[in-house]
């Protein structure tokens, strides 16, 4: 290649790098002329969000303190609930999961502490009941057998649950059936001295099915309602936290254009 061809490239990269650069500042002069304008367009926006999640936020809030106080109300008319015939022959169809949910959360519902096992059903402990209040603490070791597993109530399955008392401490052992002890049963669990409820005491103890019911479905939607709030509230933080970040490069901005 001669030295006017070396030339001739070489004018051609300065010209064409010369309009690339020439380019490259009137992009950057775009943007930063309508840098400003676009953060305030944010600025803007990010307010009205905050101000509706704040809204949003505030009237969950309410919501929870109406479902709140619908729960303590129906705590105090708990006699507006009582046991009939029919629940008590649906209470007696109850097994598996089902008889364990409705008593654990009934448990809960009349302020007992439920605490599960470290290992699953160690022991043949279902549940660590905690009960408490201004002069004691105690703890019970819960087994719940429905009517159709009350046959492998035996002399055996009942030391273990005694070893599982000692093992968590516990003051006490309760076995809850909905199934009918055998007259031997209940001697065994009386000479072990181990705590028994069947139908009769359940129903005596025990918030009635319509009231657990009730209960639970207040209580579901109080649940479900606090989650939404905290995930709308925590929408507000966000957009907060957006708008600081939009002030202080608004700010540098104008800065930057006024020097």
């Known amino acids: 290649m001669s030295l006017i061809d070396i030339a001739i490239v070489s004018v051609m990269l300065f010209i064409v790098s010369l309009y690339a650069y020439v380019r490259y500042r009137e992009e950057k002069h775009k943007e930063e002329k309508m840098l400003i304008p676009t953060l305030q ?8 969000e905050k ?12 919501q929870l303190d109406d479902l709140r106080q619908q729960l303590q109300d129906l705590k105090k008319n708990l006699s507006l609930y009582p046991w009939t015939q029919s629940q008590v022959d649906y209470l007696k169809t109850m097994k598996g999961s089902e008889f364990e949910y409705f008593l654990t959360q009934s448990f809960e519902m009349l302020g007992f502490t439920v605490i599960d096992p470290p290992i699953y059903k160690d022991h043949n402990i279902d549940v660590i009941l905690k009960y408490q209040d201004d002069t004691k603490t105690e703890y019970f070791a819960v087994d719940f057998i429905d009517y159709t597993q009350i046959k492998k109530l035996d002399d055996k399955y009942i030391e273990n649950l005694l070893k599982g008392k000692d093992k968590y401490s516990c003051h006490k052992v309760l076995i809850i059936t909905n199934g009918q002890l055998l007259e031997t049963q209940k001697k065994l669990l009386i000479d072990k001295d181990v705590n028994f409820f069947e139908t009769d005491q359940i129903v005596s103890f025990m918030p009635s099915i319509n009231f657990f019911f009730r209960y639970d479905e207040l209580r579901s939607k109080y649940h479900a309602c606090e989650i939404l709030h905290k995930e709308t509230f925590d929408e507000v933080i966000r957009r907060e936290h ?14 930057k254009t006024k020097a």
Not at 41 to 48: A, D, L, P, R, T
Not at 242 to 255: D, G, I, P, S, Y
């Open 242 to 255: 957006w708008l600081n970040e939009v002030e202080e490069k608004l700010l540098q901005a104008m800065e």
């Open 51 to 62: 101000q509706q999640f704040l809204e949003k936020s505030q009237n969950l809030k309410q």
């Open 41 to 48: 367009n944010y600025k803007q926006k990010f307010i009205e």
